[in-house]
């Protein structure tokens, strides 16, 4: 099983500032970065990973599959 949470950082609460300039956890920015969630309009507040999201899934499957 890929790692996909891994690869998001959801497991980090640690505090980081957003392009915004909001502080926020770093699993919050990097659901904003790799997630339509924070998005606005006719793709936003989408729980569905952007390009960038999509890569690091990507990258976490062919990581766990090369360990086999």
């Known amino acids: ?26 699993n919050v920015a990097r659901t904003c970065e790799l997630t339509w969630v924070c ?10 990973p952007n390009t960038e999201g999509y890569r690091l899934i990507s990258e976490a499957i062919s990581d766990e599959l090369a360990k086999s």
């Open 1 to 26: 099983m890929a790692d996909v949470a891994a690869a998001f950082d959801m497991g980090s609460a640690e505090s980081t500032t957003r392009p915004d300039g909001n502080v926020v956890p770093l």
């Open 39 to 48: 998005v606005t309009g006719p793709l936003g507040h989408n729980k569905h």
